[in-house]
């Protein structure tokens, strides 16, 4: 019987297991960490072997293949070993995608693929289609394919995932930029990281859509240098040749083989230039899937965000707070500040993944009076912004954090937590610094 070993038993891991277990195969979960009682309980409910907190390389090393959680880089020395007795190596999608028929529209991206992936799924399920959430967001999308009977998948691929996928095919791809990420997964070279994005089209035949933004500097590049059968609907605020989404006179435009039509940008449900692009990227998938046009009219006037990502918390003596706390990168900082109509107060701070703060910095001058700095080591922060004459104050919990900004802000200012960073500093993840910066500021 073919034996397969699940390291991670998180959403992925859990979810991989259950459906490895309904094909009949024999299957281990390992995780080096603990593992949740809620996922524990599913494991117990289908029978299925697992061991937390160590990794038996016995059992490990005894596998056909092998599922990897998206968080275990392949630097790991557990990976390399594994890799070194040439035992296949996949990702959870790959995994599902071999026992599933149903439609994919996958979307990555450096920023915006939360907003757009739920956007798009919003369009799909408002239309009446039978369409599951997975990936980055929602349920694992092989637990989905194990227990549902889907006939559509909208699913958020980081570029972890993509990593580990060979032959799965997206019938619709869609890539909305690509800027430095996760830099130190990918040994501090972009090209790595640009790489694993453009695995998104890998697969892709003359019946699939390939849906980008044209304004990309390095997904141009990479198109001179790959051949993508699929059909071309490019994205982008001015028409250029065979721009498929495009913004005209205030009106974001959808001109497609499948439909034609316009929406006042006023009627965005999400507000800013990245949600322009956001919901064209899904305004255009949804086209594909030929959903008339005045459901994708009314689901993007009626969308509520998505939580952590430029959510609006209280107004505290007519100071806004705003919780970015999704923004793990710089340039999804750039786009929270860019939105921004009043003088910041900008929190910054967590684990640094390489990041190149330039970036930033002339909107930083021209829009952020103070900075406060929230992480265990703030030094790299204090060298880069201490030369910009701004107000700096250095934290070390979410609570000093939150009040300093407070203090520091003047009546009509925006309080912005858009961090730059991972949260693995001080936090479980980016939901967490999100929630606690949610409660300090309730608690002002």
């Known amino acids: 019987m073919k034996k397969i070993v699940i390291l991670g038993g998180g959403e992925s891991g859990v979810g991989a297991a259950v459906l490895a277990k309904k094909q009949g195969f024999d299957v281990f979960v390992s995780d080096a960490s603990g593992i949740k009682q809620k996922y524990r309980e599913v494991l117990q409910k ?13 059992e490990i090393m005894d596998a056909t293949e092998v599922i990897k959680s998206p968080g275990i880089p392949d630097k790991a020395p557990l990976i390399k070993e594994i890799k070194a007795r040439h035992i296949p190596i996949i990702s959870e999608i790959e995994f599902a995608g071999r026992y599933t028929k149903a439609k994919t529209i996958c979307i990555t991206g450096s920023n915006g693929k939360t907003t757009t992936t739920m956007l798009t799924y919003h369009i799909l399920q ?27 998948y909208v699913i958020e691929l980081s570029s972890f995932q993509l990593d580990n996928m060979y032959t799965f095919r997206a019938d619709v791809a869609v890539l909305l930029n690509i800027t430095p990420d996760h830099l130190d997964r990918y040994d501090y070279n972009f090209q790595n990281y640009v790489n694993a994005k453009m695995r998104i089209t890998q697969n892709q035949t003359e019946n699939d859509v390939f849906i980008y933004w044209q304004d990309d500097p390095s997904i141009n590049q990479e198109l001179t240098k790959h051949t993508i059968k699929a059909k071309l609907y490019p ?8 721009t498929k989404s495009f913004v005209d006179k205030n009106n974001l435009i959808i001109n497609t083989e499948e439909t034609d039509m316009s929406i006042n940008i006023d009627n965005l449900a999400i507000k800013g230039t990245h949600n322009v692009y956001n919901s064209m990227a899904a305004a255009l998938s949804a086209s594909v899937m030929n959903i008339k046009k005045e459901q994708i009219r009314n689901s993007l006037a009626d969308f509520e965000g998505v939580e952590h990502r430029l959510e609006p918390v209280a107004k505290v003596r007519n100071v806004m707070f705003i919780n970015d706390s999704k923004a793990t990168n ?40 103070t900075l406060v700095f929230l992480g265990i080591d703030n030094s790299k922060l204090e060298a880069f912004f201490g030369k910009l004459n701004k107000k700096i104050i250095s934290t070390s919990s979410m609570d000093d954090a939150v009040k300093a900004a407070y203090l520091a802000a003047n009546k009509g200012d925006s309080v912005l937590l858009s961090p730059c960073c991972a949260s693995f500093d001080l936090f479980t993840n980016y939901e967490d610094r999100g929630t606690q910066f949610k409660n300090c500021v309730k608690n002002l």
């Open 46 to 58: 289908y029978a299925i072997r697992w061991e937390e907190g160590t990794h038996t390389y016995s």
């Open 126 to 152: 408002q239309a009446g289609l039978n369409v599951g959430l997975a990936g980055n967001v929602g349920k694992s999308f092989a637990l989905q394919v194990a227990e549902n009977q889907f006939d559509y």
């Open 235 to 242: 994205f982008s605020m001015k028409k250029k040749d065979n």
């Open 330 to 369: 710089v340039n999804s900082c750039w786009y929270a500040l860019e939105s921004m109509k009043t003088p910041v107060v900008l929190i910054l701070g967590g684990t640094d993944k390489g990041n190149d703060y330039n970036e930033i910095k002339s909107l930083v001058e021209q829009k952020v009076h």
